[in-house]
């Protein structure tokens, strides 16, 4: 199982940006895929998840309204799009799979909201 994060970088205050997590390793069109992040001296946090065909999406609370998960099956690659961008948005995001019951991970990439 392969997971690669990329699109994260420095934005300012209210900016955009997508992030992507290309899969590679197994049928990722069987399985949920979720975005976590986190911020420096905090705990891992999920920030969104979605189910194998996409039908289903869950946002953490400080998300909703804001940003949105998606996937191609046919690019095993899964999005995130963030919008009104806050500096409390700062962290490191990662892409997860658990597959088989264990999960898997990215190296995640660096989201820096600041002005």
């Known amino acids: 199982v392969q997971l690669v994060e990329s699109g994260g970088g420095l934005v300012q205050p209210g900016g955009s940006l997508r992030l992507s997590c290309a899969a590679s390793?197994?049928?990722?069109?069987?399985?949920?895929m979720s975005w976590y992040r986190q911020a420096p001296g905090k705990e891992r946090e999920l920030v969104a998840a979605?189910?194998?065909?996409?039908?289903?999406?869950n946002y953490a609370d400080s998300v909703k309204g804001r940003f949105t998960i998606s996937r191609d099956n046919a690019k095993n690659t899964v999005y995130l799009q963030m919008n009104s961008l806050k500096p409390e948005d700062t962290a490191v995001f990662y892409c997860?799979?658990?597959?088989?019951?264990?999960?898997?991970w990215g190296k995640g990439t660096q989201v820096t909201v600041s002005s």
């Open positions: 390793g197994f049928t990722f069109s069987r399985y949920i």
């Open positions: 997860n799979v658990r597959f088989h019951g264990v999960d898997y």
């Open positions: 979605i189910t194998s065909a996409g039908g289903i999406t």
